[in-house]
């Protein structure tokens, strides 16, 4: 069955560094998105991404947050300036047609 | 945020008997739901999905029910196996693109 590829698993970085999360959606997809979960707290929508360009964005999407498709197979989130608090989860997706789409296994990122 | 709240933290059951799980929300303009479960380090695994034009959507041993004047969303299992335990998440989303996650039920499903 196909899935969602996301690498790495668990990443540590530096308070104020930048970090990014790759994440490989399915092939014949076209809409992407990222998800952060907190621990303890509920997923949460950061961004869609749909056409080459962002289609929706949350207020937790801020300036230091960005993605891209640097290419035809890959899909980046880019955490400019790494605060304690972005440690969280975060989970691409990807759909062929909304609603409904199918979530990597996610990358835990821990900020130090 | 409480805009989709999930009551019931936790929840077990008889294997073979029904689970319900239930799902409730505050923005009458949400039309797209979903279910997920989440098993510890996974990702969440996509299950059902209902749009308001439909008050029940059945897939299997999976069926959501939709009430839209009650802002209220159930998912039952029938009948429950073991292998169902897990946690459960439901979302709603104005647009079908942006889904707001409830807290989750922990189901248990006893052998």
């Known amino acids: 069955e196909p899935e969602v590829t996301q690498t790495p698993s668990h990443q540590v970085t530096q308070m104020g560094q930048e970090v990014i999360l790759r994440c490989v959606p399915i092939?014949?997809?076209?809409?992407f998105y990222w998800y952060r979960q907190i621990l303890g707290q509920k997923v949460e929508f950061l961004v869609s991404?749909?056409?080459?360009?962002?289609?929706?964005k949350s207020e937790i999407f801020d300036d230091q947050f960005s993605v891209e498709r640097p290419d035809g197979s890959n899909f980046t989130l880019k955490i400019r300036s790494t605060k304690l608090e972005d440690s969280a989860m975060y989970f691409c997706?990807?759909?062929?047609?909304?609603?409904?789409?199918?979530f990597g296994s996610g990358t835990r990122l821990t900020v130090v | 945020d409480q805009q989709v709240k999930q009551n019931s933290p936790s929840l077990s059951v008889q294997e073979g008997r029904i689970s319900i799980l239930n799902c409730d929300y505050t923005?009458?303009?949400?039309?797209?739901f979903l279910w997920y479960k989440k098993y510890p380090a996974e990702g969440p695994t996509f299950l059902i999905s209902?749009?308001?034009?439909?008050d029940k959507n059945e897939d299997g041993r999976f069926t959501v029910f939709l009430n839209k004047s009650a802002k209220h969303l159930s998912l039952h299992i029938v009948p429950s196996q073991p292998g169902d335990s897990a946690v459960y998440f439901c979302?709603?989303?104005?647009?079908?693109?942006?889904?707001?996650f409830g807290t989750g039920t922990s189901l248990t499903v006893i052998p």
């Open positions: 997706a990807s759909s062929e047609s909304p609603p409904g789409y199918t």
């Open positions: 092939s014949n997809h076209l809409y």
């Open positions: 991404f749909y056409n080459n360009e962002i289609s929706e």
């Open positions: 923005n009458s303009m949400f039309d797209y």
């Open positions: 209902i749009s308001s034009i439909k």
């Open positions: 979302a709603a989303s104005e647009t079908g693109n942006q889904f707001y």
